[in-house]
């Protein structure tokens, strides 16, 4: 069974940075794509940033490009979400999830628009303080 824990949130001041970290098992980012989703209090959920299996591309929520960056690392089978420039906006549960899906930009993009995947993680908490 695949599973996804999600590691790295935490209390941060606004302006700063965390890193979360999603990791895998159970199967390959060479054959799933990963998204890091968000749910704030009273919201709904949305994605904030896919990356495709294999070179399948990246996709960021505008709200956060030029502050979050998604990478990962294959060897490790760990997906990162590197969030800087933090804003009371942010805080939120953050989730990764697994899917698979088309190996294709529209695909990835979708995937964080419709915020449908197969597997989920347990989510991890990101609070923004002044």
């Known amino acids: 069974q695949p599973q996804l824990v999600e590691s790295g949130g935490g209390l941060v001041q606004l302006g700063g940075s965390l890193r979360l970290s999603c990791t895998i098992s159970?199967?390959?980012?060479?054959?799933?794509?990963v998204g890091w989703f968000r749910q704030a209090p009273g919201k709904e959920r949305e994605g904030v940033s896919c990356?495709?299996?294999?070179?399948?591309?990246?996709y960021l929520r505008d709200s956060v490009k030029g502050r979050f960056t998604i990478s990962k690392d294959t060897a490790k089978n760990t997906v990162y979400l590197q969030m800087n420039d933090l804003r009371h906006e942010d805080t939120a549960v953050y989730y990764c999830?697994?899917?698979?899906?088309?190996?294709?930009?529209?695909?990835?993009?979708?995937?964080?628009?419709?915020?449908?995947?197969?597997?989920w993680g347990q989510g991890t908490q990101v609070t923004v303080s002044s």
């Open positions: 999830a697994a899917d698979q899906i088309p190996k294709s930009f529209a695909a990835v993009r979708a995937m964080c628009d419709v915020g449908g995947a197969d597997y």
């Open positions: 990356i495709g299996k294999s070179d399948g591309g990246t």
């Open positions: 159970g199967f390959t980012l060479d054959d799933y794509a």
